[in-house]
């Protein structure tokens, strides 16, 4: 899978993510750190850490961790079968 297809896949499965019940269309900037973020970080927990800290920036609103996370880990997984394919 090339770059650009996974981060298509990415903002497909966040536009998805309505994790603060505001619709799918309310989290266009977020989408664009989360996805930045991604690509920075390797580890489950300190992606969902950053996720978190990014909508709570925007929206003075907390998402819980738990939830972060299971976002955070499928996000990785589309990362990581980029570079499975890379290989």
Known sequence: MEMRKANEEMIALLCQ??????????????????IEAVHRLNH???LAKKI????????EEIIPLSEC???????????????????
């Open 17 to 34: 993510w309505d994790p603060l019940g505001y619709g799918e269309d309310a989290y266009e900037t977020e989408i664009v750190d989360v």
């Open 44 to 46: 489950a927990l300190k």
């Open 52 to 59: 978190q800290s990014i909508y709570e920036f925007s929206f």
């Open 69 to 87: 996370e299971k976002i955070a880990k499928k996000l990785l997984r589309i990362k990581h079968h980029i570079s499975c394919d890379l290989f």
